[in-house]
């Protein structure tokens, strides 16, 4: 199992903090690492990457610092934010330099396998300075996961690609971390994270946000009233029983949907059941209204 | 691993449209060689003129020209856009990564120049090889100092051409023809003076000894080295968008 570990971290650049102070474990399966620009989400990044020394704290993969440790290589696969690629090079070209450069046995076999896993095959004997951005990604891709490392790092992934070929990357993420990788991702578009990964890293003015799953992280921010949506058989009189529930803060019908927010998220869901009991009514749906990542993350940046 | 760097970086090179205009000012230097020998000139104006224009030309001018943009290039470009992540990215060792690049810099220039001083030395003398090969074999190992240098130079700043080439023009060029005492730390007297030293009574005399030449040439590389090597260890990359 490959953890990447981060202690106290910050790094600065003359008078300005980039990343403050920030503290957090990586462990298999994939996070997302979402911030909006400029939240030191590709400083964050490369000090995990090692390409960046931390002013402060420590960043480890299992035990070793990143930082001046090449050797942490044959355990990462990066995938650089920056389109920069060797533009002479054939993806096969670049895909088995890099085979090579890692110290792979059989770099053939394995620029094939990468690049039939990121879908290039058709045009891997073409210079990759031709290439549309989503095809400079994944021979990217395919040249960071060229020696089957345990971690996989990638700094905003998806940009460039069209819907299909953001589907499939997200399908070879999944499977990678099905297989016990770790992947860490980062991106500035929620609903790739949303949809990719359970757990987030928030990152909002080069701090730490929040942290795990976004689900729980939002039942978490008690400050703030949770809304669920119910569908019943008698909507009306449902919502005159909730009224009495002392959880509730409010209930709203309109066009037809009940909506109620309270404070208290596990009493309310303890409280709904009894009440449409009680006052004859079959409930036929309890959902929360609010639980996507959009609102926990529309939240952390407010604050 | 090694030989997989060294194609890379030559083919970084030899893909930039500078490194082939190089290639067209060596064969400058062969063709006004050719020019002078339609003159019929004596042996002795022969071997006069030979040595003033692979010294004056050859080391002076092409030399420094092919080894600043070779050297400065060789890491300096991968750095500029972006590419050297890929390099980062892998376990290698960076004293590796830098003794490659620099072999590989190292031959490329030495072909860009000591081919057409040998050349030229031969077409100029109207056949004997001795003067080319001693100046051929100075600018060889005089691009090892340069690029060594210009190597080390495009570690410490994104502006190493300019530098680079202000150190040849006005470090070289002006201030070591004004003050004899700065000639010690000029690449190009160090050339010069293992070129007069091999061509023996041919040659043109050398302002500075071959042995402190060599010495100080070779206390200049190993620094270089030294230097580019810490300088590849701590490079930090930055993201563009934080």
């Known amino acids: 199992m490959t953890l990447l570990t981060l202690a106290g971290v910050s790094r600065w650049y003359g008078n300005v903090v980039a990343v403050n102070d920030v503290t957090f474990e990586v462990g298999p399966g994939i996070t997302g690492l979402l911030g909006p620009n400029g939240a030191g989400k590709t400083t964050l990044l490369h000090m995990m990457a090692g390409f960046l020394a931390p002013s402060a704290g420590d960043v480890r993969l299992d035990e070793t610092p990143t930082w001046r440790h090449p050797d942490v290589y044959r355990r990462i696969g990066f995938v650089p934010e920056r389109e920069a690629v060797y533009s002479f090079l054939t993806a096969r070209q670049f895909v088995l330099a890099s085979a090579r450069l890692s110290g792979v046995a059989d770099p053939h076999a394995a620029a094939d396998r990468a690049i039939d896993m990121v879908e290039l095959r058709d045009a891997a004997n073409r210079a990759i300075g031709g290439y549309s951005k989503g095809m400079r990604q994944r021979a990217k891709v395919a040249a960071a996961l060229v020696h089957d490392p345990p971690m996989l790092i990638l700094d905003e992934p998806f940009n460039g690609m069209d819907p299909r070929q953001r589907l499939q990357m997200m399908d070879l993420l999944r499977a990678m971390a099905a297989e016990g990788r770790t992947i860490l991702f980062s991106s500035h578009i929620l609903e790739e994270v949303e949809r990719l990964s359970d757990r987030v890293l928030v990152v909002v003015a080069g701090r730490l946000a929040a942290s795990g799953d976004f689900r729980r992280i939002r039942r978490l921010m008690t400050d703030r009233p949770h809304s669920f949506t119910l569908r019943s058989s008698d909507d009306r009189r449902l919502a005159r029983a909730l009224l009495a529930v002392p959880e509730v803060e409010s209930v709203e019908l309109r066009d037809g949907v009940l909506t109620l927010r309270t404070g208290d998220y596990g009493a309310l869901t303890r409280a709904v059941a009894p009440a449409a009991q009680e006052a004859d009514v079959s409930l036929l749906e309890l959902r929360p209204a609010d639980e996507s990542l959009e609102s926990v993350f529309s939240y952390l940046v407010r604050r | ?242």
Not at chain 2, 107 to 121: E, R
Not at chain 2, 180 to 187: I, L
């Open chain 2, 1 to 242: 691993m090694i030989r997989t760097l060294a194609s890379l970086t030559l083919r970084a090179l030899l893909n930039r449209r500078r490194t082939l205009l190089l290639g067209l000012l060596g064969g400058l230097i062969v063709v006004v060689a050719a020019i002078f020998r339609l003159s019929d000139p004596s042996s002795e104006e022969s071997m006069r003129f030979t040595g003033r224009l692979l010294a004056n030309f050859g080391l002076a001018v092409l030399l420094p020209l092919v080894a600043v943009i070779v050297g400065t290039a060789a890491l300096g470009s991968e750095l500029d856009d972006g590419t050297i992540v890929y390099l980062l990215a892998k376990p290698l060792p960076r004293p590796l990564i830098v003794a490659v690049k620099l072999v590989v810099a190292w031959l490329l220039t030495a072909l860009l120049v000591a081919v057409p001083i040998g050349l030229a030395g031969i077409v100029g003398t109207g056949g004997t090889a001795d003067l080319g090969l001693a100046y051929g074999a100075a600018a060889a190992l005089g691009a090892l100092e340069y690029t060594a240098v210009f190597l080390a130079l495009s570690l410490v700043t994104s502006r190493a051409l300019v530098i680079g080439l202000a150190y040849v023009v006005v470090w070289e060029g002006v201030v070591a023809g004004l003050f004899a005492g700065t000639r010690v730390v000029s690449v190009r007297q160090h050339a010069l003076a293992l070129a007069d030293a091999l061509a023996g009574e041919g040659g043109v005399p050398a302002e500075l000894a071959v042995e402190m030449a060599v010495l100080i040439g070779a206390v200049v590389t190993v620094t270089a080295v030294v230097l580019a090597i810490r300088r590849l260890s701590a490079v930090e990359l930055r993201g563009e968008t934080g």
